[in-house]
């Protein structure tokens, strides 16, 4: 599990949304408070969020956009590419770290480990050391709330940062709609 960050990312029927927390801690200090652990991807088609070392992140998003750009945006066919490459690399390979990308018809889970994983439900996935509670609070709000799919990532990020110590309220939310 990664004490650093808490994504989370919701496919609704007409929109995709990711969101994430801007506390970055080093052990048991907290070094940054407002990172932004989100970005968009292929001409803001696609969304992605990174539980892991800011470094990793930087190189693993370009990594990935450039199975996008040669898959031209299939998102589907970006991720087995992306996911092979990782895994056949031996120092990227070793990397403690998990991605979530989507868009407006998929959302996976990736891992150095070579693991493509869809969620059950088809629209929400979380990461990082306060995935569990946002991933909670965010089925429990789907199911019985009538909020946005932007509404639903924030209030779930907000709570996920009043249980987790790694997780502050500093939340950045990035939307793909029509």
């Given amino acids: 599990m990664f004490e650093a960050t808490t994504i989370l990312a919701y496919k609704g029927e007409d929109k995709a949304v990711i969101g994430g927390d801007g506390q970055v801690t080093f052990g048991n200090s907290v070094l940054k408070g407002n ?31 450039e199975h996008l750009q040669t898959t031209k945006g299939d998102l589907l066919k970006a ?9 056949k690399d031996k120092v990227l390979r070793r990397l403690e770290a998990m991605m979530i990308v989507l868009n407006k018809e998929h959302i996976f889970i990736l891992s150095g480990n070579g693991d493509v994983v869809e969620p059950e439900d088809g629209k929400i996935a979380s990461i990082g050391s306060g995935g569990n509670f946002a991933i909670s609070a965010a089925r429990a709000l789907d199911k019985h709330a009538n909020l946005s799919a932007e509404e639903l990532v924030k209030e779930s990020l907000m709570i996920a940062g009043e249980l987790c110590i790694y997780t502050n309220q500093n939340i950045k939310i990035l939307k793909i709609e029509e």
């Fill in 35 to 65: 990172a932004t652990k989100i970005r968009t991807l292929y001409n803001g088609k696609i969304l992605a969020g990174f539980a892991g070392s800011t470094a990793d992140a930087f190189n693993l998003f370009d990594m990935f956009e």
């Fill in 79 to 87: 991720v087995v590419a992306f996911s092979k490459a990782w895994r």
